[in-house]
């Protein structure tokens, strides 16, 4: 199997080399973290009005930065870094990388503008930008195996496109059913990702471990989560979604197990990995409840965005910084304060309003801290190590 990280060597210098925009990883994952961080301080000013004519705004808002803001920033990183090694071809750098940080950056601060059509269009303009980058290295190498990550990238260009139209008043399709897509697609890389690295850092970390990966399982667990986006994009509901979704849990907890997490506990860099996806089956079994009308949508939307996404960006984020700046693959304790905060961040807000559904608002205070203080420490520990070689 093909390494899906390639660790760069430490430079050889005394002296410090600025080195921000050389690969695509090092600025993104700077930016998604310090949003991360900040977005709850924004969030909070929409709350209390202080952000008025914000052209998105409430729970839409808070939707659509988490996943086109947040999310895609830390996906930019890593298809940029890891499209270098598939493809043996260089990705953007320098100019052009900042370019494509700075229509990023731009997509956030216009959808806190009145300007509702420019907003629209940088932030759509975004993963089709992304998608050109990915594709042209992919295409010179004829690395066909990972062409469908330019197709997914189209797919998040047109989730938020509906966002933004129904935000414009522009076509009735609900806004939510653009972020219900984007998930859905985000739910399918992750799944990917989490097949391609967690058993291949588990096994080369820790001997004996014998993580597997069953051929048949695979297609099987993948084929369900596409089979969800396509039953959402239909607008299935009720008893067949939740069937669909109770399979999916199954072969997901199945290729789970066959990973052996149980012997990662004692190499955190590892863990992280297992515990973030150890949400799949999780999300996927509230998903089934929530169509069942048993809980609330919101546990399965947060079982997938604050654990599965949240735990596996703080691990991936981690793990490749250190790698390609050649440092020791070694989980501190700043790296281990940022696990733990952002799982008990997921942890509160799936499971106390599942327990208790009065004390939301105290669950989604308490979350929303741990998840800030976790990627705000991330930001502090690695401002250095991203910006200078």
């Known amino acids: 199997m093909a390494t899906l990280i390639q660790i760069d060597k430490p430079g050889t210098g005394d002296k410090p080399r600025f080195a921000l925009w050389e690969l695509g990883f090092r600025p993104f994952y700077l930016l998604a973290s310090s949003f991360a961080a900040l977005s709850i301080g924004l969030w909070a000013l929409q709350l209390n009005g ?20 947040f999310t895609l920033a ?20 320098g100019a052009y990388l900042a370019a494509l940080a700075a229509l990023w950056v731009a997509g956030r601060v216009l959808v806190l503008s009145p300007w ?6 940088v932030n759509v303009a975004f993963p089709l930008a992304l998608a050109t980058a990915l594709a042209i290295p992919l295409y010179k190498a004829r690395n066909r195996r990972n062409y469908f990550f330019v197709a997914l990238l189209v797919l998040m ?17 609900p806004g939510w059913a653009g972020i219900l897509l984007g998930l859905d697609v985000m739910l399918f890389v992750i799944c990917v990702m989490g097949g391609r690295v967690i058993p291949m850092f ?9 993580a597997l990966r069953h051929p048949w399982v695979e297609k099987i667990a993948l084929g369900l989560v596409l089979l969800i986006l396509v039953a959402d994009a239909l607008q299935v509901t009720g008893t067949w979604l939740a069937l669909l979704a109770l ?28 515990a973030a996806y150890a949400w799949i089956p999780l999300h996927l079994a509230l998903r089934a409840m929530a169509a069942m009308d048993w809980v609330s949508s919101s546990a399965a939307v947060h079982a997938l965005t604050t654990g599965a996404v949240g735990g596996m960006v703080i691990g991936m984020m981690t793990r490749t910084a250190l790698g390609h700046t050649g440092r020791k693959l070694i989980a501190g304790k700043a790296e281990i304060s940022c696990y733990a905060l952002v ?14 559904a009065s004390m939301l608002p105290v669950a989604i205070l308490v979350s929303a801290t741990l998840w800030s203080a976790g990627f705000a420490i991330y930001t502090l520990k690695y401002w250095r190590i991203l910006n200078w070689d």
């Open 343 to 356: 799982a008990a961040a997921a942890w509160v807000r799936v499971g106390v309003p599942l327990v208790d």
């Open 74 to 93: 830390v996906l930019t990183g890593f298809l940029l870094t890891a499209a270098q090694n598939w493809s043996g071809q260089p990705t953007p750098k």
């Open 202 to 210: 588990t096994n080369n970390a820790i001997p004996g471990a014998q």
């Open 116 to 121: 509702g059509w420019l907003a629209a269009a």
């Open 50 to 69: 202080y952000l008025p004519n914000a052209y998105l705004r409430g729970p839409m808002w808070h939707a659509h930065e988490m996943l086109f803001g």
């Open 157 to 173: 260009a047109l989730a938020q496109l509906l966002v933004h139209l129904n935000g414009l008043e522009a076509i009735r399709i």
């Open 247 to 274: 399979l999916s849990m199954v072969a997901h907890l199945i290729r789970f197990c066959l990973w052996r997490p149980w012997k990662t506990l004692k190499t955190p860099l590892v863990w992280v990995l297992h």
